[in-house]
């Protein structure tokens, strides 16, 4: 079976930051996209939308074709349409795979499924990230180093604002001592979901090839089983963030 992927990108800094743009030309997403098609080759069809886009990119069709779904954003989570959320979030429980990245944690669709605040603490020193497997036995970990290396990136740290992971497959640890629960497992519905701290804007984190492993596991562990799932159209799960 093909697995269909849709890479979303908030695609603001990119626009707005010339060295945002010199560092991923084709977008976040775009490399992201690319990474997948390299690594996983004829398993997916992999496409992209961003939030400039009328409805986002992600209208009913657009995720009606999707088995996994894929996360950046960071500055203009307030600006992701309200009905576009609830989209998402009808699909992810009706059985499509979630994949949200880095700042994409106080994004409002990863609120909503988590129930929390999805708050943590961070700075920015550009300092060493270890990426630690706390589960080697998990599909996500296969072939990714430990630690996994990334040389400099914004540090995220605890207290995390979400609830126990299902599975907690990484921890990472940082030069300054934060440590950060940067690798974790829900199921919301028949929908599979996972977060990966890596993946802030200034670095190029998503042309790392330990972090391209761990995506590319993650869109197979997330994708169901019989293609994209149904959406559940009598959900009545109420939406607040």
């Known amino acids: 079976m093909t697995i269909n992927v849709t890479v979303w990108g908030e695609n603001v800094h990119e626009r707005q930051e010339e060295d945002v743009r010199r560092r991923y030309p084709d977008g976040i997403h775009g490399a992201i996209a690319a990474?997948?098609?390299?690594?996983?080759g004829e398993r997916v069809t992999v496409r992209t939308a961003t939030m400039d886009e009328p409805s986002h990119g992600l209208t009913e069709k657009v995720l009606a074709g999707t088995d996994v779904l894929t996360w950046w954003?960071?500055?203009?989570?307030?600006?992701?349409?309200?009905?576009?959320?609830?989209?998402?979030?009808?699909?992810?429980?009706?059985?499509?795979?979630?994949?949200?990245?880095?700042s994409g944690h106080y994004s409002k669709i990863f609120r909503v499924l988590m129930g929390t605040t999805c708050t943590l603490t961070w700075r920015d020193a550009g300092e060493r990230e270890l990426v630690w497997t706390v589960d080697p036995a998990h599909p996500i970990a296969a072939g990714v180093p430990s630690p996994?290396?990334?040389?400099?990136?914004?540090?995220?740290?605890?207290?995390?604002?979400?609830?126990?992971?299902?599975?907690?497959?990484f921890i990472s640890s940082f030069s300054g001592g934060e440590v950060f629960r940067g690798g974790c497992c829900y199921r919301r519905?028949?929908?599979?979901?996972?977060?990966?701290?890596?993946?802030?804007?200034?670095?190029?984190?998503?042309?790392?090839?330990?972090?391209?492993?761990?995506?590319?596991?993650?869109?197979?562990?997330?994708?169901?089983?019989?293609?994209?799932?149904?959406?559940?159209?009598?959900?009545?799960?109420?939406?607040?963030?």
């Open 73 to 102: 954003g960071h500055a203009a989570h307030e600006e992701v349409s309200d009905e576009v959320v609830a989209r998402v979030h009808e699909r992810v429980l009706g059985g499509m795979g979630l994949l949200v990245f880095h």
């Open 148 to 169: 996994l290396v990334i040389e400099q990136h914004e540090t995220y740290g605890e207290p995390f604002g979400i609830p126990a992971p299902d599975e907690l497959v």
């Open 189 to 241: 519905g028949k929908g599979r979901i996972f977060y990966f701290s890596p993946g802030d804007q200034k670095y190029p984190v998503f042309y790392h090839e330990g972090v391209l492993r761990v995506v590319a596991n993650a869109v197979l562990w997330a994708a169901p089983p019989d293609g994209a799932g149904e959406p559940l159209r009598n959900a009545h799960t109420p939406i607040t963030w």
């Open 35 to 40: 990474g997948l098609r390299e690594r996983l």
